[in-house]
């Protein structure tokens, strides 16, 4: 708006020239470029990568004064029309003055919605980009906070510049908090069923992500639940299985997905668990949900609720408090795009379930809705998401500053990954996995750990679906390499993913998964597993090279990475909890079947052993070392070695 009148469709930038430079002169000389960054940018599709919205700035000049110049990379949330309408916001930090805005636009006529105010009120403008492949003008002219842009279809926007004047201080985030490195013991884990043996999961694991669908659990139509035994697998005993691994010291985190079509009018597995004609972002519509973990949690944790609380099915052993789990984890891949505008939550979306199921939306749905009405202490993980895209974090972040004041409704961020050359679960045919380190996977997974130190400082985070499919028919596959076999690449590679992941201040990293679903297939997670398929739980090297992993570890931090003095020699430090024993992971972070023999290492202490990762072997294979004149001699491959001082 201008002068409390309509703005005019945008034109290009010389055909307004004129009409600007006859506004007021005060204003005109106020006026100066507002630097946009990708901290910035909340995109509240969670589609495409919104920073390219403003990742130019410096590059392409001064489109105000006729000096633009073409962008290179486009925000382009993709062709799929159930996408749109797309909305990123701008936070300036603090209120401005705005006067006007400049987009590149490169495909004609196309409308926009430029919005200035707030969630609690936007102001939308309709704008028409003209023009092809230039700067286009829209005047603001407002003191505002926010700006958001709407793409109604699907469109690219390259670029875009703000002028105004800062009038306001943005308030400065506090100093990040420092993260504390997890204990080896809880930080390894894997992907597992109830029907999988626990000493196969115990072995090479300390955690377990279990995968559990909402509907094993219900009795229809009377909607009541059933856990000792459950409605699924013949009478799974779940109160038994939470027990066992704990007894094995094990931490289990059920993930609790999917939905149960007969309560939401038809709905599919995957769908939303929001009836037809609620909105799926209000927390209110999750409430069904937030019910079932209320209950899941009641039992499972460690508080005592009321028995006239229970919603139990008959002859179910009614007890709350049993005290054996710490986590609950709402939803899996929350962000699937592959399954419709039904199954795929937008950020604001999954916050508002997340919000019933974390406390019943501040106790907003009553008692007995929600984990913490149950058990206080009960940790909420999100869903784990199919990426690791952070523009979901941080929407979802801005919708609980908004609903929440501030307050984040999960105490654990949960993202997916693999190491592939499409990037997160874009396989194509022919394709084949790649190492952690050339897909600077530790690199990748920083990024979102300093957000979460800087911006939900407490938080943990977790990485819970990573890992190679054995079948070189596979897009995911590990490839044989020199003397390794894709066994044996596949134990080397997962092996060098955890270690990447913990020094990249991950708390908790869970496999995919223990056991193949097809040993013999080709397709994609066929083969990915520790072990050949249910029946036969045949160990791969990669269950061999895990347990020797959490054995030699299990007490012990992370202390950080040791200078080799050559890039293709990495080392770890870890130290145990208590005392001054030490462990080195030492390894060549290439693929190619790389040996380094005779490698000097500069050694603190006057005797260490090495640890070989040996298929057959769950605790490797030990040789004492000789320590000569304060050095080792150790001969480092592609699969890590340990080096452990007494």
Known sequence: MLNG??????????????????????????????PLTPAMIINESGLGDAALLVDEQSSVGDPAAGHGIAPKHPFFPGWTAWYYPVSVVVDLGAADHVSRAFFYNTSGQNEITVSTGGPALWKPQSITLGGYQSWQECRIDADTRYIRITLPHPMSLPEMVVYGDRRGTPIPLPPPQQ????????????????DDPIDKIAAPAGFVREYHNWGWDVENPDRQLRFQPSTAGGGWLFDDYYRQL???????????????????????????????????????????????????????????????????????????????????????????????????????????QLSADYDGDQGRLGKTSGVKNA????????????????????????????????????????????????????????????????????????AIAAWRDQNLPGK?????????????????????????????????????????????????????????????????????????????????PSWFYMATLKHHLSNMRYAGEVASGRADVRIYRFDALTGKSRVYAVWCPTSEDKHIAAYPLPFPVHSASTVTLLAGKREGVSTSLLVQRGKVTLDVSEVPLLLRTP
């Open 5 to 34: 009148k309509k703005s005019l469709p945008c034109a290009s930038l010389f055909s307004l020239c004129a009409l600007w430079l006859g506004l007021s002169g005060c204003a005109r000389a106020a006026e100066h470029q507002i």
């Open 179 to 194: 993260h504390i490195f997890p204990l080896m013991q809880s930080f390894l884990g894997v992907n597992a069923f109830i």
């Open 460 to 540: 943990e985070l977790w990485i819970t679906e990573f890992g190679y499919d054995t079948n070189s028919h596979s897009p995911l596959h590990a490839p044989a390499l020199g003397r390794l076999s894709a066994e044996q690449v596949q134990g080397a590679w997962l092996v060098r993913s955890y270690l990447a992941l913990v020094a990249a201040g991950v708390d908790r990293a869970a496999m995919f998964m223990l056991r193949d679903t097809k040993s013999e297939g080709g397709g994609v997670f066929e083969t990915c597993g520790l072990v050949t398929e249910k029946g036969r739980w045949e160990p791969k």
């Open 246 to 352: 704990k007894e094995n010291g094990v931490t289990v985190s059920p993930d609790l997905q999917q939905t149960v079509p007969d309560f939401f009018s038809g709905g599919d597995y995957d769908g939303k668990p929001v009836v037809k004609g609620e909105d799926a972002e209000k927390p209110a519509s999750y409430a069904r949900r937030a019910a079932y973990l209320f209950q899941y949690a009641a039992r499972y944790g460690s508080h005592l609720v009321p028995d006239s609380a229970l919603t139990l099915a008959p002859g179910q052993p009614r007890s709350s408090g049993q005290g054996v789990l710490r986590y609950l984890e709402d939803w899996n891949e929350p962000d699937k795009t592959w399954r419709g505008r039904e199954g795929y939550y937008t950020p604001y979306e999954l916050a508002a």
């Open 375 to 446: 058990d206080p202490e009960m940790r909420l993980v999100m869903g784990g998401l199919a990426g690791l895209n952070l523009d979901q974090l941080r929407a979802m972040k801005f919708w609980a500053d908004v609903h929440r004041r501030g307050s984040f409704p999960a105490d654990v961020l949960n993202l997916h990954h693999y190491s592939s050359p499409s990037g997160d679960q874009g396989f194509q045919p022919g394709e084949q996995g790649i190492s952690p380190e050339a897909d600077q996977l530790k690199e990748k997974v920083m």
